[in-house]
Nanobody, 122 residues
Framework: QVQLVESGGGLVQPGGSLRLSCTLS????????MGWYRQAPGNQRELVATITKGGSTNYGDSVKGRFTISRDNAKNTVYLQMNSLKPEDTTIYYCKAVLRRSVSTINPVSYWGQGTQVTVSS
């Protein structure tokens, strides 16, 4: 089975920093993209950042200039460096991977992690 495990969340003061990690395990054929999303209760899922297999990145407007996504392909791990954190960033952050399980799987499938809590408060 494919699993995504996030870590690195916690409590931080406004203006502080956190670094989230997400590691994928399981047998796969290829990864098309990985990314980070967040969703507060009652709100729509919000894009935080994504990175494709080609290295292209995309950021949500609310985090541009503050967050940076990166990856370690050898470890199937994606990171999210979060700087200048604001109270509005408080929520659970979820890792997503878009991948193919095998060569016979033509269309990519999305997998989600359990999430890691980020709380920004003084």
């Amino acid at each position: 089975q494919v699993q995504l495990v996030e870590s690195g969340g916690g409590l931080v003061q406004p203006g502080g920093s956190l670094r989230l990690s997400c590691t994928l395990s399981g047998t796969i054929f290829s990864i098309n993209a990985m990314g980070w999303y967040r969703q507060a209760p009652g709100n729509q899922r919000e894009l935080v950042a994504t990175i494709t297999k080609g290295g292209s990145t995309n950021y949500g407007d609310s985090v541009k200039g503050r967050f940076t996504i990166s990856r370690d392909n050898a470890k199937n791990t994606v990171y999210l460096q979060m700087n200048s954190l604001k109270p509005e960033d408080t929520t659970i952050y979820y890792c997503k991977a878009v991948l193919r399980r095998s060569v016979s799987t033509i269309n990519p499938v999305s997998y989600w992690g359990q999430g890691t809590q980020v709380t920004v408060s003084s």
